[in-house]
């Protein structure tokens, strides 16, 4: 059964450029969301997020009448869902819980329309178990239709879990190249699944059962996080030591078999410093480096504050005229990592917030990927403003425009290792 319309549930920043994709291959796609403003902004041909490329996709795919938007769910051959999966609310030093709520929204939604032949496919990044789940809540709102989990091969229904795995700010190219994991809760699912992504996929599409394709996406992340966290902890011990981390990690890298990622200000984003807790969540007795590397990365942005901390310390020292008030401290980036406009999840945001909130003078912030900020005891100034006032100057993001600056100064705190 070939697929003639497709739905997608989430149009964020993975399901908005999906849902685009399929459209730009001349597929009928309905996307789906809750947020009227973005449906609405969709259907005008626009887009709600930033990523590049995605707007001249969207304005085409709406332009040719391949994609619409729509509060509501309506027929449709294969229904992919993209919807967050947060952390349920916990306490201070617990272990944060995966929140299924948009899923299982997802599925009471869908449930209605389903009819036989449909394949539902989850892309959201999920804990161990989330597609059955899912086809479990499909199953109790649709008693008249089987299920993979009921009869196997010959399920009228197919349910897979395919793991989104595309870099922001790379998406619309990721999308089309990389490899795809293909989890079916048989193999038909995953058959099928197959035939839907191949539609535009140019990666290879690889089969898996449903489990390991939801772990093996929280292992690509939680690896990552692991081994920046060895790169984090290595520049902690080397101010101790009074070594350069960078020189240290480049001679290191030398080895043929040693690749070390490199320190920052902390770890953001919405995924690398989620994932893993849906492992340790999991499996907290078994998952002790995965939980670690989260404890060093989330500390991180803490050691950098005591850092600045301890540079008006030295400051001061050095100009006994001059009081706190007079110190003029610069944080170079706010965005989570290097030339995006992305402030959400950010260490760098939260490090700047927090000098601003405890430093009695203004604090100058420069992101040249935004234009304006509304942050109290912050502004938001040009680099050449900058380089005039400052006294401290605190390097938080590694943007292209800051590795240009050949800084000549006695007090920084570099957290990317560029000056
Ligand atoms: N970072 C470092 N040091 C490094 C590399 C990154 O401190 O050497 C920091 C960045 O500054 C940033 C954070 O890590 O704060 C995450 O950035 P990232 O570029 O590593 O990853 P994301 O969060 O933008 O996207 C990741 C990707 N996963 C992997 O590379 C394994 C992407 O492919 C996933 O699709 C995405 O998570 C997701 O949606 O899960």
Redesign the pocket.
């Known amino acids: 059964m070939s697929f003639e319309t497709i739905s997608v549930i989430g149009l964020g920043y993975i399901g908005l450029p999906t849902a685009a994709m399929f459209a730009s291959r001349k597929k009928k796609v309905i996307g789906v969301d809750i947020n009227q403003h973005a449906v609405d902004t969709i259907n005008k041909g626009q887009i709600h997020i930033v990523e590049p490329d995605l707007d001249m996709l969207v304005s085409a795919a709406v332009q040719q009448g391949y994609l619409t938007a729509s509060t509501v769910v309506k027929p449709a051959d294969a229904f992919l869902i993209a919807v967050p999966t947060p952390f349920k609310p916990c306490a201070e030093g617990a272990i944060p819980e995966p929140d299924l709520s948009y899923i299982h929204a997802a599925a009471k939604a869908i449930a209605p329309v389903l009819k036989k032949g449909d394949l539902v496919i989850l892309e959201s ?1 999920s804990p161990v178990g989330a597609t059955e789940q899912l086809a479990e809540w499909l199953a109790e709102y649709r008693e008249d239709l089987t299920f993979p989990q009921q009869v196997g091969e010959g399920s009228e229904v197919n349910v897979a879990h395919c793991p ?5 700010g790379k998406v619309v190219t990721e999308l089309v190249q990389n490899d795809r994991v293909i989890g079916g809760m048989t193999k038909r699912c995953s058959e099928r699944s197959i035939e839907l992504y191949k539609i535009f996929v140019m990666g290879e599409c690889v089969i898996t059962n449903a489990r390991t394709a939801e772990m093996a996406k929280l292992t ?2 939680s ?2 996080d692991v081994q ?1 966290a060895f ?1 984090n902890e290595l520049s902690i011990i080397c101010e101790k030591l009074d070594i350069n981390v960078w020189e240290l990690i480049s001679l290191a890298n030398r080895h043929p078999r040693v690749n070390i ?4 200000p902390g ?6 410093a989620v ?1 893993p807790w849906f492992i340790v969540s999991k499996t907290p007795e078994e998952a002790q480096i995965i939980h670690t590397a989260r404890k060093v990365n989330d500390y991180k942005p803490q050691w950098v504050i005591e850092q600045v901390k301890i540079a008006i310390a030295d400051f001061l020292q050095a100009n006994p005229t001059k009081t706190a008030k007079e110190v003029t401290i610069a944080c170079y980036g706010l965005a ?2 290097p030339d995006i406009d992305d402030l959400r999840e950010s ?1 760098a945001l939260n490090i700047a917030k927090e000098i601003a909130t405890f430093h009695s003078a203004e604090v100058l912030a420069i992101e040249p990927n935004i234009k304006s900020l509304n942050i109290k005891n912050m502004r938001l100034v040009t680099i050449d403003e900058s380089l005039s006032k400052t006294d401290i100057h605190v390097l938080l993001v590694d943007h292209q425009q800051f590795k240009k600056i050949k800084l000549k100064a006695d007090f920084i705190v570099d957290t990317k290792g560029i000056w």
Do not use: M, W, Y
């Open positions: 990044t989104e795995r595309v870099l922001p690509e992340n690896s990552r920046i790169a990622l490199q320190p920052g770890v953001g984003g919405h995924c690398i994932d989570f990592k260490p």
